[in-house]
């Protein structure tokens, strides 16, 4: 054979071998992702939102057609946490020039809260921010949702969030007597909590916390296609989000 066609021949083969393997590593994964996902829904409490409870299988038969499918689409689970209906969504669209994405996690309220409240972390809104995104591909939507700032007087917070409220003192109180709120905001690998009049939203489209479970993007790509691993580790995520939720409806209505 020619030495010059040699090399790319060897690259494509390899690659093709590559290809097929991670091919069969997926069909392998997806065939056994029945009892994970079986595991997923009994331990978190989990159904899909627009289907009753019952009957169980139902549900593992969706979540398992869906995962056969791929992510373009739309996933809404609800669970109750602590006697609070407890909200999770994921979307992911592909569209001819790109694809946008998002998860989040929220609680509807049963009245107006008290003392409405938005706390994010500052890089979401920072001058580092803005320039990553003039240089890449990716935009990270974020707004603030109420006009005044706060500063809650507890240095862990006030130097890695921007806290928000219509009442700054009033918001500053809510932080200042409940540690447990703060302590659960402050477990978060990145934060963008918010109440307003109608609900709790905790949103994470990046899903910075759940990748960060997952050993980040080197510990991801280990586990590869291993949905058993993958659906155990995402569960602490779930949990700690959930009573972030709870503590939060309990802090803003009081």
Not at 80 to 91: D, L, N, R, T, V
Not at 94 to 120: D, K, N, Q, V
Request: with cysteine; hydrophobic share 45%.
């Amino acid at each position: 054979m020619n030495g010059a066609l040699f090399f790319p021949v060897v690259m494509m083969a390899a690659f093709g071998g590559y290809y097929f393997w991670t091919m069969s590593k997926r069909q392998k994964a997806l065939a056994n992702a029945g009892p994970a996902l079986r595991d997923f829904f009994q331990r978190t409490g989990y159904r899909y939102a627009d289907m009753p409870p019952e009957p169980f299988e139902a549900h593992i038969q969706r979540a398992t057609h869906e995962m056969h499918a791929g992510n373009n689409g739309t996933t809404h689970y609800v669970r109750i946490f602590h006697g609070i209906p407890i909200h999770f969504q994921q979307a992911y669209q592909h569209t001819g020039s790109g694809y946008s994405m998002s998860c989040s996690w929220s609680a509807e309220l049963p009245r107006p809260p008290a003392i409405p409240f938005h706390a994010a972390d500052r890089s979401l809104s920072s001058v580092g921010k803005a320039v990553y995104e003039a240089f890449s591909n990716m935009t990270r939507h974020w707004s603030p949702k109420h006009p005044q700032e706060a500063v809650t007087g507890i240095p862990e917070v006030d130097q890695r969030f921007r806290v928000m409220g219509r009442d700054a003192n009033a918001v500053r109180a809510l932080f200042q007597r409940d540690p447990a709120l703060v302590a659960a905001i402050l477990q978060q690998v990145e934060v963008d909590l918010w109440v307003d009049e109608r609900r709790i939203v905790f949103a994470d489209p990046m899903q910075k916390n759940m990748n960060a479970e997952m050993g980040g993007t080197v510990g991801s790509m280990a586990i590869g296609f291993d949905m058993t691993k993958r659906l155990a580790l995402s569960m602490a995520v779930h949990e700690r989000i959930a009573e972030l939720l709870a503590l939060s409806v309990r802090a803003a209505l009081q």
